[in-house]
C-alpha cells in the first residue's frame, strides 16, 4: 500500500506509512515540517519504501527527526533515517517494559518546553505521558498545530496499555492540552483534526463515559474477574476487538483501584 504526499499547510507535509492494522488504522503518519530546513516527525517502521519515500519527499536538508514515542510503529525507522540525512534524533528512550522499541537511541531527549528550532519554524516539546510514559507532543507554534502521536487519533480512541500505559496520566495530558491555544491537530494516525477544542473535550467525555460504566458494570456484577467484566463494559464494541479494548478496560480498573474506587483480589475485582 502506498500514499501520495499531502500538503496540509504551507509548513506542513503527510505521508502515511504502509503498515496498516488493527492498531494502527491505514497506517502510521510522518510528517515534514518546515521549508528551507525541515523536521521529519514519526518516520514510522523500519520499512525500506517509507524510508524511501520520506528522502524522496524532503526537498531541502532534515536538521531534525522527532519521535513522539517509542511503539514499534513511530520510532524504529529514526536509526536508517538518519543514517540517510545526518538529522539529529530528539525524542525520549524506551522504558523497560514490554512492546517498545529498545533500540531507539535519541541524540538529545529534550525537557518539557524545550524548542527545536527550524529556520522559519518552531516546534514545543510537550511532555505527554498516558498512551506511553516517554509521550511527546510537538506544538508547531506558527501555526498553532500539535502533532499528537497516539495521544490523539484520528478516527478512534487510543488504547492504554498498562503497565506503561496509564489512564490517570493520559486524563492528566489531556486536560493540559486543552488549556493550548489550538488551530489543529496532527494525529499518528488518520486525519488532520480542524477542531482541537471539541475533538479533546470528546476524547476526556468518552473516557468518563467508559469509567462510569466500568463502576455501573462493577456494581451489578458484585464481583468477578476482568474477563466477564469485560463483555459488560464493552457491549456496544465488535466482540473482535474485545482483546484490543481488555487493555484499557485494566487502565480503568487500575485507574479506579487507585482512587479507592475498586479492588481486586485473586484476580477478582469488585466496587468499593
Not at 498512551?131 to 506544538?139: E, G, K, V, Y
Request: charged residues 20%.
Amino acid at each position: 500500500m502506498s500514499f501520495p504526499v499531502l500538503q496540509l499547510s504551507p509548513r506542513i507535509r503527510r505521508l502515511v506509512a504502509p503498515n496498516p492494522g488493527p492498531f494502527t488504522g491505514e497506517g502510521t503518519n510522518t510528517y515534514i515540517v518546515g521549508t528551507q530546513e525541515l523536521a521529519v516527525i514519526d518516520p514510522g517502521p523500519a520499512d525500506a519504501s517509507h524510508l524511501e519515500a520520506i528522502v524522496a519527499a524532503c526537498d531541502a536538508p532534515v536538521a531534525w527527526i522527532l519521535v513522539t514515542h517509542t511503539h514499534a510503529d513511530h520510532s524504529p525507522g529514526a536509526k536508517a533515517l538518519r543514517e540517510r540525512t545526518g538529522a539529529l534524533v530528539v525524542g525520549r528512550r524506551a522504558p523497560e517494559v514490554p512492546r517498545q522499541d529498545r533500540r531507539f537511541r535519541p541524540d538529545t531527549e529534550p525537557t518539557d518546553g524545550e524548542r527545536v528550532v527550524l529556520e522559519g519554524a518552531s516546534l514545543r516539546c510537550l511532555e505527554t505521558p498516558g498512551h506511553a510514559s516517554n509521550h511527546l507532543c510537538f506544538l508547531l507554534e506558527e501555526e498553532r498545530v500539535l502533532f499528537t502521536g497516539d495521544h490523539v487519533l484520528g478516527d478512534v480512541t487510543p488504547v492504554i496499555v498498562p503497565p506503561d500505559g496509564d489512564m490517570v496520566d493520559y486524563l492528566a495530558s489531556l486536560a493540559r492540552l486543552q488549556a493550548l491555544d489550538l488551530a489543529a491537530l496532527a494525529p499518528g494516525h488518520g486525519p488532520l483534526l480542524p477542531n482541537p477544542a471539541a475533538t479533546l473535550a470528546g476524547l476526556v467525555s468518552h473516557r468518563l463515559r467508559r469509567e462510569a460504566r466500568v463502576v455501573e458494570q462493577l456494581l451489578a456484577m458484585g464481583e468477578g474477574p476482568l474477563e466477564a467484566l469485560l463483555p459488560r463494559v464493552y457491549e456496544d464494541v465488535p466482540a473482535s476487538l474485545h482483546e484490543i479494548a481488555r487493555h484499557t478496560l485494566l487502565a480503568h480498573l487500575i485507574k479506579l483501584e487507585r482512587e479507592g474506587r475498586a479492588s481486586c483480589e485473586a484476580a477478582s475485582w469488585r466496587a468499593t
